[in-house]
């Protein structure tokens, strides 16, 4: 499963009633940590596809979902799961820093 693009319209159904943890990624495209992670979230998707579901937020585009996390500071991660927040990480993350955040769910 390839990422997935999450707006203010399919926020609910994407991750609110996702029936697996979603990596949520708060990203912008002028942003270079962002665009250093992009990678690595791709290959997390892939690798744990079915385990849990990537989506990505542009802050750019969808100013009410970083307003309501609270981003102050991108790239964000968020890990939710049944509609709650569990974990959010700020700054760049390896692949075995992303895949660290959702092992134990």
Do not use: H
């Amino acid at each position: 499963m390839a990422e997935i693009k999450v707006t203010k319209d399919n926020f609910k159904a994407e991750v609110l009633e996702s029936s697996i943890p979603v990596l949520l990624d708060f990203w912008a495209t002028w942003c270079g940590p962002c665009q250093m992670l992009s990678p690595e979230l791709e290959v997390v998707a892939e690798e744990l596809e079915g385990k849990i579901k990537v989506g990505k937020v542009n802050v750019d585009e969808e100013n009410e979902l970083a307003a309501a996390f609270q981003i102050s500071s991108i790239p964000t991660i968020a890990v939710i799961k049944d509609g709650k927040v569990l974990n959010i990480s700020v700054g760049y993350k390896s692949r075995t820093e992303l895949k660290a955040l959702v092992e134990n769910l």
